[in-house]
């Protein structure tokens, strides 16, 4: 018996998240397993009724499931990293959810914004560290708002964060055996102090992974690559500031927010699965948003708790779905409502 807490969040999160909750109850009842749910009201509506955003006492909660499935979080009458620090980077700093798991597929029938590029050449994953760099909050501000001001936020990288990431990737490329490449995506000569780190690590740890090549492309170069060659790449592994930019632009070279769905994992503890999407508020209510993403997510969810053939089989659904029903993926364009795609999706698994 699963026990999953689920976050509707904001905005469109709520309907993305029945759907994917619809299509959890499918499998489930397909590959028979249990599990049950639990829901938290956290997010921008509750912080406007109450001013509260997450506690510690909430993450204590939390850290009791074995999972934890996020709509999304985001209120437009609420000031821009309120939610962000208060309730997002606080469950991933204090659960340690070290790991930001984005994979990257193009899928039959969803249109690529690069010219010539079909399924078999976009498919690799992107391992983001997820609790240190300049997310940590360390800096400060000097004589704030006069033509003197100094503001200074430091990158934080220590020895343990980052092998643990970097072994977590070579773990990951061995096990997807595909072209069991792993590409340090870093900025090894200008950051020549913190991406040293990265480097040094990065071949230490590598040395004990002789079927992993090695690769390495600066992030500039890799942003690059993922337009013009997406095909080079199996698994990248990068900073937490890399990793924040370089996956929206997977987002897009895979066909879009509505079907890009990310996992912020502690392999050995409580991890949260979303889509990356956001809240999209202009769109809440009207059942026109594109709930795919949302449904990879809980796919996600499912290969994390070792339901691997539960998680293929909501895959395996959503590629049909987007090879022979959906013209688009845009809110409003998808030629289904939201709750009808998900309607979709549970008869592709039956």
Not at 168 to 187: E, P, Q, S, V
């Amino acid at each position: 018996m699963y026990k999953i807490a689920v976050v509707p969040g904001d905005g469109t999160g709520p309907e993305v998240i029945a759907e994917g909750l619809k299509v959890l109850k499918a499998v489930a009842a397909l590959k028979k397993f249990k599990y049950e749910t639990a829901m938290f009201d956290f997010g921008g509506e509750r912080y406007l009724k109450t001013g509260k955003i997450l506690s510690d006492d909430d993450v204590a909660e939390l850290r009791k499931f074995d999972a934890i499935y996020l709509g999304a979080v985001g209120h437009p009458d609420v000031p821009p990293g309120v939610l962000e620090k208060g309730l997002l980077l606080k469950l991933r700093f204090d659960l340690d959810q070290y790991i930001n798991l984005r994979p990257v597929k193009l899928y039959p029938g969803v249109d690529c914004p690069l010219k010539d590029k079909k399924p078999e050449d976009i498919d690799f994953v992107v391992v983001r560290e997820n609790t240190e760099d300049m997310y940590v909050g360390v800096g400060g501000c000097m004589k704030k708002g006069t033509p003197d001001e100094v503001a200074l936020q430091t990158s934080v990288n220590t020895r343990k964060g980052v092998e643990r990431c970097i072994r977590y990737a070579f773990d990951l490329t061995r096990k997807r055996n595909k072209k069991r490449k792993l590409t340090l995506c870093a900025k090894t000569n200008v950051l020549t102090y913190a991406h040293d780190l990265w480097w040094r690590a990065f071949n230490e740890v590598g040395a004990e992974y002789p079927d992993v090549a090695r690769d390495y492309a600066h992030v500039d170069a890799t942003c690059m690559w993922m337009v013009k060659n997406p095909e080079f790449f199996d698994v990248i592994v990068t900073t937490n500031m890399f990793g924040d930019i370089i996956t929206d632009l997977g987002a897009m070279i895979q066909g879009g927010m509505g079907i890009a769905a990310g996992g912020n994992i502690n392999p050995s503890g409580t991890s949260m699965f979303e889509p990356i999407g956001g809240s999209a508020p202009k769109y809440t209510g009207k059942n026109v948003i594109n709930p795919l993403a949302a449904i990879c997510a809980a796919g996600m969810l499912l290969e994390a708790l070792g339901e691997h053939e539960a998680g293929q089989a909501v895959e395996q659904a959503v590629m049909y779905v987007t090879a022979n029903q959906l013209k688009s993926l845009s809110a409003g364009k998808m030629g289904y409502s939201t709750t009808e795609v998900g309607g979709l999706v549970v008869k592709a698994l039956k």
